[in-house]
């Protein structure tokens, strides 16, 4: 009787924990989407709004900034993020090893970078790609320019560096879910591996590499997410120059917002775009990945 009336006790607390998060859920994530999808079926600037159902979906189609924006950010997405996971698995892996010493001074080392402010590290980065930066200088002393290149003002060079930027500061990051996945491995599969005759490469492709497919899978997805969210970076180094050339979707989204005449239901509209976006490329990787339900 008593474990009976303690169960029920339990189970009371443990639905109210359960109601109360979904409320909060609920009013500050869910309402608002509703909110964001009715307020982009709205035209007008300011509190001018008047229902246009799909008018701003339309709108897009000829929109030059929001073709420029998107295309800058996806750019991002395609080099960045495969570079970066692949780096942060082959430093987990080393990381992982028995055999390396000094192993918490490595991993502080590289995962500082995660926590250094973006101001802060948007000044480094902009010192070091100066025209009498330190990237210039070794170019120049190497003999493989004949001057220096401006490279927050190239449209291209620009790109490469935000690039560069973002491997720098996020590897470290997703390295830690890497890292966390292959400690909670069972040693004796590799170790019944090597007594099998497998070397570093097979292990790596026949056991390494199934083991971490669900993490692969999930830090993906939250790459693809924040790339597509990307803004900090952007505005702190080149501030979406030069012209457009660097300019994300999230910058243009904020700049319809509030650095134009704020025009809310446009930028409600192209924010739910990236949100069509990011599901679809959730489905593709899902499908690519194979991590689906048998």
């Keep these: 009787m008593k474990g009976s009336t303690l169960e029920k006790k339990n189970s009371r607390i443990g639905w109210t924990m359960v109601i109360i998060a979904s409320v909060l859920i609920l009013a500050f994530s869910y309402i608002p989407m509703v909110q964001a999808f009715l307020l982009s079926l709205k035209t007008g600037k300011g509190n001018n709004l008047t229902f246009g159902g799909v008018a701003n979906y339309v709108r897009m189609l000829n929109d030059t900034g929001f073709k420029t924006t998107i295309g800058n950010t996806l750019f991002y997405a395609v080099i960045q993020i495969p570079i970066m996971l692949l780096l942060a698995l082959l430093v987990a892996v080393l990381l992982n090893s028995e055999t390396l010493k000094l192993k918490g001074f490595y991993r502080t080392c590289i995962f500082l970078p995660c926590v250094t402010s973006p101001i802060s590290y948007a000044i480094l980065f902009k010192n070091i790609f100066a025209t009498d930066g330190v990237v210039n200088h070794v170019l120049l002393s190497l003999g493989l320019i004949k001057s220096p290149i401006a490279f927050i003002l190239d449209p291209v060079w620009a790109k490469f560096v935000i690039i560069i930027a973002l491997i720098w500061r996020y590897s470290g990051y997703y390295m830690i879910f890497f890292l966390s996945a292959l400690q909670n491995t069972d040693k004796s599969v590799y170790e019944a591996a090597k007594i099998?005759?497998?070397?570093?490469?097979?292990?790596?492709?026949?056991?390494?590499?199934?083991?971490?497919?669900?993490?692969?899978?999930?830090?993906?997805?939250?790459?693809?997410?924040?790339?597509?969210?990307?803004?900090?970076?952007?505005?702190?180094?080149?501030?979406?120059?030069?012209?457009?050339?660097?300019?994300?979707?999230?910058?243009?989204?904020?700049?319809?917002s509030f650095n134009y005449v704020p025009n809310y239901g446009y930028a409600a509209a192209v924010s739910y775009v990236v949100l069509v976006i990011i599901v679809l490329i959730t489905i593709v990787q899902k499908k690519v990945t194979g991590d689906h339900d048998e």
């Design 196 to 256: 099998d005759g497998a070397n570093f490469r097979q292990s790596f492709f026949k056991i390494t590499m199934p083991i971490l497919k669900p993490i692969i899978f999930l830090t993906s997805i939250m790459a693809v997410t924040n790339t597509l969210q990307l803004f900090d970076e952007v505005v702190n180094l080149t501030g979406g120059g030069p012209g457009n050339a660097t300019r994300t979707i999230s910058e243009y989204i904020y700049d319809l």
